[in-house]
């Protein structure tokens, strides 16, 4: 049991951090949330003797997934500020 | 169909998944265990063949046939992208502004730079003996470079990213891990054969055609992920459509 322990709470870290990025609402602090997600992840997948896949979770999951999110949003809200700017008028 | 039929019939549905999930769990082999007949065998076939890195074998020597498959997925991606995110008819770029960075965040991310960019490298290189390869390191090398962008600003990475060159690099990664492949063809072995000289055991150059093969996925992941990351860039910080530019000058 106690060899399992480690794998165990890598686990329930990826569950907790996993509900956090569903249950955050807003889309910037969900891709921190995410990063974080990406990052519990692939110390799971090292724990599970998995160092490959925790290297490609580690790149994608946690740094280029969020980053795609956080340019994605900067794009929507510039383009929502200019269509309220708009109505305004 | 009203809604609460929808529900009725998503509800079934799910049942019936969760019914045979639960079964088909039950039939796992347990947990950890001793017992890993594939394992074994792929560490054997890996050893045969002088490469270190058992993942490396199976990706790019024993199943470089799936490799191939999930780069052609990832270069389509970029290519979707690409057409989706272009400037169309209705948009104009705007010059981005020199942006202001605060001189601890220009420090680290400057030191960073170099550092990270090495590692990637040194990831993709030593794809075949330790943990990495071609995809991991790809991606490491290509965030490295857009730390520039958190040191200085836009202009900057766009000054040491000809994109057309990573347009370029991108495809060409992609040709050869298939021209690799094919060339085993005429020294009679199958397409994606590791035909090759197996080379000295835990040394750069063993493993036959993997080294070459993880290089070209090296190259054609770092050229990609520059590509995608710099579509949405474009649209993140340069590209406005012509009535918001008109708000703006307004």
């Not at chain 1, 090292?46 to 997934?65: E, H, I």
Request: aromatic share 6%.
């Amino acid at each position: 049991m106690t060899g399992e322990l480690p794998v165990l709470l890598g686990l329930l870290l990826v569950a907790a951090a996993g509900t956090g990025a569903v249950l955050v609402r807003d889309p910037v602090r969900q891709s921190f949330v995410l990063s974080l997600l990406g990052l519990s992840l692939a110390a799971l997948f090292l724990l599970l003797q998995a160092p490959d896949v925790a290297l490609s979770q580690l790149a994608v999951g946690s740094a280029l997934t969020p980053l795609m999110v956080l340019l994605s949003v900067r794009k929507v809200r510039r383009k929502a500020r200019s269509e309220r700017r708009e109505e305004r008028e | 169909m009203t809604m609460r039929l929808r529900m009725w019939v998503l509800a079934l549905g799910g049942l019936g998944v969760a019914v045979l999930y639960v079964l088909a769990c039950l039939d796992l082999p347990s947990f950890g265990g001793h017992r890993h007949p594939y394992g074994d065998r792929a560490v054997r076939a890996a050893l045969a063949r002088h490469t270190a890195n058992t993942i490396s074998s199976v990706n790019f020597d024993q199943r470089a046939l799936d490799t191939l498959g999930e780069e052609s997925i990832l270069f389509g991606s970029v290519l979707g992208t690409v057409v989706l995110l272009r400037q169309t008819r209705d948009e104009d770029r705007q010059q981005p502004e020199p942006a202001r960075v605060a001189p601890s965040v220009r420090r680290y991310a400057l030191f960073a730079l170099p550092v990270t960019l090495l590692i990637g490298l040194y990831i993709v290189a030593h794809g075949q003996l330790s943990p990495g390869g071609g995809f991991q390191g790809g991606v490491v090398v290509a965030t490295s470079l857009h730390l520039l962008y958190i040191a200085v600003d836009y202009r900057a990475l766009e000054r040491i990213r000809p994109l057309g060159l990573y347009e370029v690099a991108d495809a060409a990664g992609e040709a050869a891990y298939v021209l690799v492949g094919a060339a085993a063809l005429p020294a009679g072995w199958a397409f994606l054969g590791n035909f090759l000289p197996y080379g000295t055991f835990n040394t750069l150059a063993s493993g036959g055609t993997v080294p070459l093969l993880n290089a070209a996925i090296g190259v054609e992941v770092a050229a990609g992920v520059v590509v995608l990351l710099a579509r949405f860039l474009d649209q993140a910080v340069e590209i406005v459509s012509t009535d918001e530019e008109a708000e703006g000058r307004a």
